[in-house]
């Protein structure tokens, strides 16, 4: 049973265009929810967080948006750059369990 | 910053043979990780230890075991590799933010068995 679904595995996007990630969630007791970035070759890196308590967190060109009620999360990227390429795993966790449960990742691909 | 170290970035085996992945971290992170990436599945949790001589299963146990004899490092064992463990694998150590649990990611071991 699956607690975090990204339904995408793939996106392709224009430079300077914007990118949405999506994430699905089933367990109403995540805390927090990060966003990883991973690069061929290397290990995944954070990137944003938001807490439960809030529906936007914003950190330069990197927006999430948080809607509890559906259970749903995004990533918005404005404007896309061909070096934001990559996959990004969502990764809801608890301050209960200190546990991190990561989403299939969705691979993004910006082009020239 | 926390530096996670995996030992290797690509290894070859053969099936059969045991095979030994290592993590050591520089933080004094009592919780430590082990992953693998294959595609379409995301991260997937083998193993995990919050402390000395401390483990538990994650996932995908079956064919692994691990080792956590000093705080620093963390290592991951396959006592008979198979083609099906070849995989990305990810070691990670947990870390505390003021709002969240984090974890830092070592660079990966690409490991091939054939």
């Known amino acids: 049973d699956q607690q975090v679904k990204q339904n995408s595995p793939s996106l392709s996007v224009q430079e300077g265009r914007i990118s949405i990630l999506n994430c699905d969630y089933t367990?109403?007791?995540?805390?927090?929810f990060l966003w990883y970035k991973k690069y061929p070759a290397e290990g995944p890196t954070f990137l944003i967080s938001i807490s439960s308590i809030k529906d936007k967190n914003e950190d330069g060109r990197f927006t999430v948006f948080l809607n509890k009620s559906a259970k749903h999360l995004s990533l918005h990227i404005v404007p896309s750059q061909p070096g934001d390429s990559a996959v990004y795993f969502c990764?809801?966790?608890?301050?209960?369990?200190?546990?991190?449960?990561f989403g299939q990742g969705t691979t993004l691909q910006v082009k020239p | 910053d926390v530096k996670v170290t995996q030992s290797s970035r690509y290894l070859v085996k053969r099936t059969g043979e045991k095979v030994f992945l290592e993590c050591v971290q520089d933080m004094d992170h009592e919780n430590m990780f082990w992953y693998r990436q294959d595609p379409g599945l995301g991260l997937r949790l083998i193993y995990f230890?919050?402390?000395?001589?401390?483990?538990e299963k994650g996932d995908i146990p079956e064919g692994y075991s691990v080792s956590r004899e000093k705080k620093e490092r963390f290592s991951l064992i396959l006592e008979s590799a198979s083609t099906n463990q070849t995989s990305m694998y990810l070691c990670a150590s947990r870390y505390r933010d003021r709002r969240f649990y984090g974890y830092t990611f070592g660079s990966g071991t690409r490991l091939t068995v054939v």
């Open positions: 367990n109403s007791m995540f805390d927090y």
């Open positions: 990764a809801p966790g608890s301050g209960n369990t200190g546990k991190l449960i």
């Open positions: 230890s919050y402390d000395v001589k401390m483990k």
